[in-house]
């Protein structure tokens, strides 16, 4: 009986023993698969990235980082489409017919070109019967450049104001598109304000035009001229305005009206932007 208690104490230690070294393996085990657990593990039967796994996940990441930039562009672009762009391209363009109306006739001395005193064929194909000769011909050269002389300032005054606000416009798009209002509200303030006073810059600076422009056509000097190609029969030098005076005129009157929509469009827009912010700031301050 002693013996066979003593076998049967010794079976049960071994089988005691196997369950303990079973149950340390397992513990062993868990161990080190919680060791290998990555530090942003998401559970505990989450395996461990491998190599190309991670590199795949930094490809993705710079994608969805090139992504997010094209769409920011793509957002920031919505703005020429939108009203105020396209005011402003309007005050460009307005701008910029001004800047050519006036440059045409800037740039175009008229003068008299002696062809016909050549003689010969000169004579016929180009009206010699209309043509100026000796102290005639270099009385109205001397005119023409006069003339030239006198008509010049009230174009290059135009040309310079239209190109200033060329570059003011281009300077408030391009704020636009960058989103700058929507960070600093008071630029859509001081822009309503600048529009306000070109619109009404514009206003004496069409009457300054007009007088100039009347005052050269009024000057003796023009009135001379004007008779002596009207006595060979030429026309198109009559003291007068022209056309591109009087579109350079009428685009002026039109950047009035564009530049005071301008205005009220920026005044709108700062609304619904301290509109939008203070909507944002009262759903932060709930959460």
Not at 48 to 66: H, I, K, M, V
Not at 69 to 75: D, F, S, V, W
Not at 165 to 189: H, N, Q, S
Not at 205 to 226: H, M, S, W
Request: glycine letters at 10%.
């Amino acid at each position: 009986m002693n013996v066979h208690n003593c076998l049967s104490q010794s079976e049960e230690m071994a089988e005691r023993g196997k369950h303990y070294d079973r149950s340390d393996v397992y513990s062993d085990y868990r161990s080190r698969e919680r060791d290998n657990v990555p530090y942003d593990s998401r559970g505990r039967d989450h395996k461990p990235r491998g190599p190309d796994e991670r590199g795949s996940a930094g490809t993705q990441t710079t994608l969805t980082y090139f992504e997010q930039q094209h769409r920011q562009a793509l957002y920031n672009l919505r703005y020429i489409l939108s009203t105020r762009g396209l005011c402003q391209l309007m005050e460009l363009f307005v701008n910029l017919l001004i800047v050519i109306c006036a440059g045409v006739p800037y740039s175009n001395n008229g003068g008299y070109r002696d062809l016909a005193s050549l003689g010969g064929i000169y004579y016929y194909h180009f009206g010699g019967a209309g043509a100026f000769t000796g102290a005639d011909a270099d009385r109205v050269k001397e005119l023409d450049r006069l003339f030239h002389q006198i008509k010049r300032p009230p174009y290059v005054f135009t040309m310079a104001c239209a190109g200033v606000l060329m570059i003011y416009t281009c300077a408030m798009f391009a704020l636009g598109v960058f989103r700058v209002p929507y960070r600093w509200p008071p630029v859509l303030l001081g822009e309503a304000l600048l529009n306000l006073l070109i619109s009404l810059g514009y206003i004496p600076a069409l009457a300054f035009y007009f007088i100039k422009l009347q005052g050269t056509y009024n000057d003796p000097v023009c009135k001379e001229r004007e008779q002596m190609y009207k006595s060979k029969g030429h026309k198109g030098f009559e003291c007068q305005f022209h056309g591109a005076d009087i579109a350079g005129g009428l685009f002026g009157v039109l950047g009035v009206f564009v530049f005071i929509f301008g205005a009220v469009l920026a005044v709108r827009a700062f609304r619904s932007v301290r509109e939008l912010k203070k909507q944002r700031t009262n759903e932060d301050n709930h959460l």
